[in-house]
């Protein structure tokens, strides 16, 4: 009986690592490259890519930091492996198994922490988590770092509730860990940090009315939690406030006009998808990665699909008029309706009450100004920004408000536990389990059709394309560059001088069917100066980029939206550019003399609206410097 009940147990831990691996079936098993986000994609062949990649940058401001997907730079050095595709696919298998394995060993404390000993349970908890919509926007958006800061964050959250409910003092070991684990969710992203303070006051003031006995436990464990985060934390911290002190004292550098500012004004322009029928779904990204549709899109031919019914900011859903759309979009409901069954389990009616609340509040942070009193969305979004010395650091944090719905997941993996045992609890036989628990999974899998595809189609909306501008095709959808797109990509991957980018805004080539979901175009490791003057005519184009730092111009006419042949012409012929190499609506042209400055972001930029070349200032860092060109050195790579 042992030996069947650990091979069972072993069989569906591998096939749910299987089904983990679903949405990105359609690249591990195609061939072609894979769109990365970022301003580093792998389009390039062979050796070129290892240019590109290292585990270490060092900047003036920031010193030494690791680069964000320092995995897939690692797998260069260790692995006798050049082929970018092969790479990726490695990487991806490799982050989606992490993933898989810190969700098994979670869900296993989880349903100890509340006393669940079913395995079904088990397996209802780790599919919610992969078929709530939010992640499929998270793994289309390839912010890794997001999944595993909701995860952290779960593992502090579930260990304060382990206090209430078992009235347990926490180990040492699980204080370290949690405190790990709370910096390390602040590492992925720094509002992590902030809202968990906010799910906090909930629970101490909860904690106050309901578990009095408990309250000295959790203040102690709290504090040794923060303690043991504060490293993680002032990192953080560093991170924001080095850059402004290379230019202002720190009584500026700390002040809320140091940084992206906060207003309800602001606020309001990314509350737009964010009315409680989105909150409530788990569909409230401002710009989506995976635009949520109805499965009768499957019935409308792809060329068909531009001109179905979009809905919301950016094309927030897709939902043709028919009968199968509306069942689609109350199928929706199915996640929080379990989350909010919790509080029907009297044994564990507390702890779900408690998670109901803090969730409940969450939401009410993520609505923004669509949260029906103002002074709500003021205390909450704005307030906390205006604090000295840590508003002004961690403004930032507060200006995107739907963002704090990737906590929801946290609470809400907690809270489908409870909802799923007492669902299945409430039924006495055997056989009506299993059907019960078939039927959740299928209206769950029903309202996220989309995870089975294997690329997460369709993809992010762009304004090159027509009607109402939704990709064709998915994100994990292998990509085939033409061969002078690539050609190009590794003439420029052997250099370290600034590129200038001209084609649609958004990338929608034809030959991807779908737009990069990166709004930077694919430049090299480059650098540009700041400077006011715009680019008029087509011959000051020398004088200029050799005042910028840009020393190529790509030119790019593979976009839906074409470049005119007059614009193509004047620069190929006028613009006093050395022509690198041009074939097919693919050009590179040079600037030989151009110097190499750095700047936080691109310097020059291209206006599709009137075909010409201007200069862009970096919004963050130019009113630092009184409105005057920054001149930096450039960065040093580190290849280790």
């Not at 019914?309 to 199915?334: E, M």
């Amino acid at each position: 009986m042992s030996i069947t009940y650990n091979i069972s147990r072993r069989l569906e831990f591998i096939l749910l690592w299987i089904f983990s691996l679903i949405p990105i079936s359609g690249y591990l098993l195609g061939n072609g490259y894979l769109n990365y986000y970022g301003p580093q994609f792998p389009f390039f062949s062979g050796h070129y890519i290892k240019y590109l990649y290292t585990l270490f940058v060092y900047t003036p401001e920031t010193g030494i930091s690791p680069s964000v997907q320092s995995v897939l730079y690692l797998f260069m050095d260790i692995m006798p492996v050049n082929n970018t595709i092969i790479l990726a696919k490695l990487y991806l298998i490799l982050i989606f198994s992490s993933i898989y394995f810190i969700l098994w060993k979670l869900t296993d404390i989880i349903l100890r922490v509340l006393n669940i000993n079913n395995f079904i349970v088990k397996i209802l908890s780790i599919l919610f988590f992969y078929l709530i919509p939010l992640y499929m926007q998270l793994i289309a958006s390839n912010w890794f770092n997001v999944i595993l800061g909701i995860l952290s964050l779960t593992y502090v959250v579930v260990n304060i509730v382990n206090i209430q409910y078992n009235k347990m003092k926490l180990t040492k070991k699980t204080i370290i860990l949690s405190g790990i684990a709370l910096g390390f969710s602040a590492m992925m992203d720094p509002r992590f940090y902030i809202w968990f303070l906010y799910i906090i006051m909930i629970f101490l003031l909860y904690t106050i009315i309901t578990y009095r006995e408990s309250l000295l436990n959790i203040i102690k464990s709290l504090i040794g939690i923060f303690l043991v985060s504060l490293p993680f934390l002032i990192y953080v911290y560093y991170i924001f406030i080095y850059p402004s002190l290379i230019t202002v004292p720190i009584s500026k550098a700390v002040s809320f006009g140091a940084l992206r500012p906060d207003s309800l004004s602001y606020i309001s322009g990314f509350s737009q998808n964010s009315d409680f029928v989105n909150l409530l779904t788990f569909i409230s990204s401002w710009w989506p990665s995976v635009i949520p549709s109805s499965p009768s899109i499957l019935f409308y031919p792809r060329n068909k699909w531009f001109y179905l019914p979009a809905y919301g900011f950016n094309d927030q859903i897709l939902l043709p008029n028919d009968l199968i759309s509306y069942i689609w979009l109350s199928s929706l409901f199915i996640f929080i309706a379990i989350v909010f069954i919790s509080i029907f389990d009297k044994s564990r009616r507390k702890i779900s009450s408690e998670l109901l609340l803090a969730l409940t509040f969450m939401i009410g942070v993520e609505s923004g100004t669509d949260f029906p009193f103002n002074d709500f969305t003021y205390i909450f979004d704005v307030l906390p920004s205006k604090l000295p010395v840590i508003g002004g650091i961690m403004s930032t944090a507060f200006a995107i408000p739907f963002y704090a719905e990737w906590t929801n997941i946290s609470l809400s993996l907690i809270l489908a536990a409870i909802g799923f045992n007492y669902i299945i609890s409430f039924i006495r036989k055997i056989k009506t389990k299993y059907i019960i628990g078939i039927v959740l999974i299928l209206i769950m899998s029903f309202a996220s059709w989309q995870y089975f595809n294997g690329t997460l189609y369709p993809s992010q909306h762009t304004g090159s394309f027509p009607g109402n501008s939704i990709s064709l095709e998915g994100y994990y959808y292998p990509l085939n560059p033409p061969p002078q797109w690539v050609r190009v990509m590794n003439i420029l991957s052997t250099s370290n001088a600034g590129v200038a980018y001209v084609g649609e805004g958004g990338f929608s080539e034809k030959w991807t069917n779908y737009q990069f979901i990166s709004l930077s175009p694919p430049l090299m490791p480059g650098y540009a100066t700041i400077s006011p003057p715009h680019i008029t005519y087509v011959n000051q184009t020398p004088l200029a980029y050799d005042i910028a730092g840009i020393k190529y111009l790509f030119i790019d006419n593979t976009s839906y939206i074409p470049l005119s042949n007059s614009f193509i012409y004047s620069y190929l012929n006028n613009s006093g550019l050395k022509v690198v190499y041009a074939k097919a609506d693919v050009y590179l042209l040079e600037q030989p003399n151009a110097s190499v400055f750095r700047e936080a972001k691109m310097g020059i930029y291209f206006s599709p609206t009137n075909e010409t070349i201007l200069f862009k200032a970096e919004c963050l860092l130019y009113p630092l410097l009184n409105y005057t060109p920054a001149i930096i050195s450039p960065e040093k790579l580190i290849i280790l």
